[in-house]
């Protein structure tokens, strides 16, 4: 007689309902973040090719699309500017324009609606001439670190007189958390949050998201300041200073490919950790949905999972309203 299992974890999978009472890990609306582009004119709702389905909306459109999201129950926003070439310099200086189409539709939309959460980026690459996250040394093509701080901290302090209600530093500067908390605090903005971009790879993942604001880096690449993807320690130095000064949520970007990292912070910290499911995951999924060769409902659900099984509390994505949608019909 051949030995028959004694131990059956089949038992735990046998129906709909046992399988939901033992579900570990539950995806909700609300640990959804929306990144959302907005770019100059009137009445402009662009597709970005790469991205389908997400779009560059003008300031009044992007009214209309944030109204459709708290509809379906998404809260919290993640707005990213085009900038007109014509307005961008070596020093980002349109960053700090409390008059510019950013900061301005920023206003607009905390007074349209005061309860949604705005993230608000920080880093020179969408205004810069350079497409850096920092200031570019003209003769040595260097990323100057401490001259940056100074340009990221006036931008984080517009943005904090915008109404942002979280400034989220994407540039990878070392130091810059705890310059922008001074800059904040010392301005009368000790209530505006932090959420580290802590361990941020210099990812090919980012293609289409450059794609929709222009803003690849002209010369070169970011490897001088964003991690190299085959670096787990190194997120944790990052994490450890992040804290040290005085960052309130930590976030690891891309989300698929650095799991483990994800995972990695989740053990390592008492902060929130998100996680940023970036353009080009996006766009895979949506690549392959439209070849018919994936379900991209299914697989979209299976991601967001996933990032949240590995430790995230909280996502970046643009598949939020999408998401949103198949969580409301249950
Ligand atoms: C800018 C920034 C980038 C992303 C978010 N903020 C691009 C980059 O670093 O080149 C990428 C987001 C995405 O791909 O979805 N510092």
């Not at 909306?57 to 009214?63: K, L, M, N, Q």
């Not at 960053?95 to 608000?120: C, E, H, W």
Request: glycine content about 6%.
């Amino acid at each position: 007689m051949p030995n028959v299992p004694t131990h059956r974890p089949r038992r735990n999978r046998k129906s709909q309902v046992i399988r939901d009472m033992v579900q570990e890990t539950h995806l909700a609306t609300h640990d959804f973040i929306y990144p959302i582009f907005i770019t100059e004119g009137q009445n402009q709702q662009i597709e970005i090719k790469s991205m389908p389905g997400i779009h560059r909306f003008s300031a009044d459109r992007v009214i209309d699309e944030i109204g459709r999201c708290v509809e379906l129950g998404i809260k919290s926003f993640a707005p990213f500017p085009q900038v007109n070439e014509a307005l961008k310099d070596r020093l980002a200086r349109e960053s700090a324009n409390m008059d510019g189409l950013y900061l301005k539709t920023v206003a607009d939309i905390k007074r349209q609606f005061p309860d949604v959460v705005l993230m608000t980026d920080v880093a020179m690459d969408p205004y810069s001439s350079d497409g850096h996250d920092g200031i570019v040394d003209a003769e040595s093509g260097e990323i100057l670190n401490d001259a940056s701080l100074e340009v990221l901290g006036q931008m984080a302090l517009a943005q904090a007189r915008a109404g942002a209600d979280i400034i989220g530093p994407s540039d990878m500067m070392d130091g810059r958390v705890a310059w922008i908390r001074d800059v904040l605090d010392s301005n009368g903005f000790s209530g505006v949050s932090i959420m580290s971009y802590t361990a941020k790879y210099a990812s090919a993942f980012y293609g289409p998201f450059r794609d929709a604001l222009d803003s690849a880096p002209k010369k070169g690449d970011k490897k001088s300041y964003q991690m190299n993807p085959a670096n787990r320690r190194e997120a944790l130095r990052e994490l450890a200073l992040d804290e040290q000064e005085g960052a309130d949520m930590v976030m690891i970007k891309p989300a698929l490919s650095y799991l483990d990292v994800i995972r990695e912070v989740r053990d390592n910290t008492q902060l929130p950790v998100t996680a940023y499911n970036v353009s080009g995951e996006y766009a895979m999924v949506k690549a392959a949905a439209q070849q018919g060769w994936l379900d991209g409902e299914k697989t979209m659900m299976e991601v967001l999972t996933s990032i949240k099984r590995a430790g995230a509390d909280a996502i970046l994505t643009y598949f939020a309203k999408e998401a949103a949608e198949v969580l409301r019909r249950g």
